[in-house]
């Protein structure tokens, strides 16, 4: 597998899964809880980066990650249960998940260089998005959360684990 491809599946395995957390958030949380217009506004900026990735791994002949199903219930599982939390709950996940995406995106742009500037250009505009939604979050009281150092720490680990192992299955 090419070193794009690995990109490739991760990526579209993280925009993914970001979809799922929002969609978890979203569902407990409905339209009336504060943020609950940025959680979807979000929402729906992740799943135009997941429809980009979907089409470049079905043009490049790139299968998605197989672990597909468990990010799908992890994710989910995720946003509910830091939505159940409370509100800044639910941005200190933000938080913490964007933080890793912005030093997963960087080194993948490090790592490309020239070598594949309609890739580069996707992910660098992806992540310039993923800093904005953190900065959101964090405005939004993220540090403010129950825990937030162990929360967001716990998270951060699983979002570094989910990329390890996006990668390589």
């Not at 580069?120 to 964090?138: G, N, P, S, V, Y």
Request: aromatic share 4%.
């Amino acid at each position: 597998m090419t070193d794009t491809a690995r990109m490739l599946r991760v990526d579209q395995a993280g925009e993914y899964g970001a979809t799922r957390i929002y969609a978890g958030q979203l569902a407990v949380m409905g339209d009336r809880a504060p943020h609950s217009g940025e959680i979807a506004h979000m929402a729906e900026q992740e799943a135009a980066h997941r429809a980009k990735f979907d089409a470049l791994l079905a043009q490049r002949a790139v299968r998605p990650t197989a672990l597909q199903p468990v990010w799908n219930v992890a994710g989910y599982a995720l946003g509910a249960a830091t939505a159940l939390m409370g509100p800044k709950a639910a941005m200190a996940c933000t938080a913490a998940i964007e933080t890793e995406i912005d030093r997963h995106y960087t080194e993948q742009l490090e790592e490309l260089g020239d070598q594949d500037p309609e890739l580069a250009e996707m992910i660098r505009e992806f992540r310039d998005d993923e800093r904005a939604h953190k900065e959101a979050a964090l405005a939004a009281g993220a540090e403010q959360a129950p825990a937030y150092p162990l929360l967001a720490g716990a998270i951060r680990l699983g979002c570094r684990l989910a990329i390890r192992l996006s990668e390589r299955i």
